[in-house]
């Protein structure tokens, strides 16, 4: 089971905006679109996990290493904050476990075998297509 990491709230900036797209008079006057931030190299965050979750590729990921989740789902702001913070526990928690090293093999004997034995074939094939010998 991978190891759960938890993040307190007081690591978290969020801030209310106005949703964005089509909601009628709603959308216009409440702000119930959620921003939230997350500073990962300021955080409590163990420093490998810190690492792996800088490396990720993310456009999320600013370049000061600042998550910036925007959550507006749901029409209540309570609902927006829920599901921003169960977004960023989903990242973290993808990061959380290290992942495996890759153990270096090699290609057994007869499939060294095999790999020969058709590049014997081809370099034939190929050598008949030249001009006939006279």
Do not use: W
Not at 31 to 40: E, G, K, M, P, T
Not at 49 to 57: D, P, S
Not at 80 to 108: G, I, M
């Amino acid at each position: 089971m991978p190891k759960q990491i938890q993040i307190q709230e007081a690591e978290v900036e969020t801030t209310a905006i106005r949703a964005q797209g089509a909601g009628g008079q709603n959308v216009n006057k409440v702000s119930s679109a959620i921003h939230l931030r997350f500073d990962i190299g300021a955080s409590s965050l163990p420093d490998d996990v810190k690492e792996r979750l800088l490396a990720l590729q993310d456009s999320r990921i600013t370049r000061e290493g600042v998550l910036v989740l925007k959550a507006q789902q749901f029409r209540t702001q309570e609902l927006n904050r829920l599901d921003a913070f169960e977004r960023l526990h989903t990242l973290v928690n993808s990061v959380a476990t290290p992942p495996k090293p890759r153990k270096a093999t090699q290609p057994t004997y007869a499939s060294r075998q095999r790999r020969l034995q058709s590049k014997t074939q081809r370099s034939a094939i190929k050598a008949q297509r030249g001009k006939p010998v006279e």
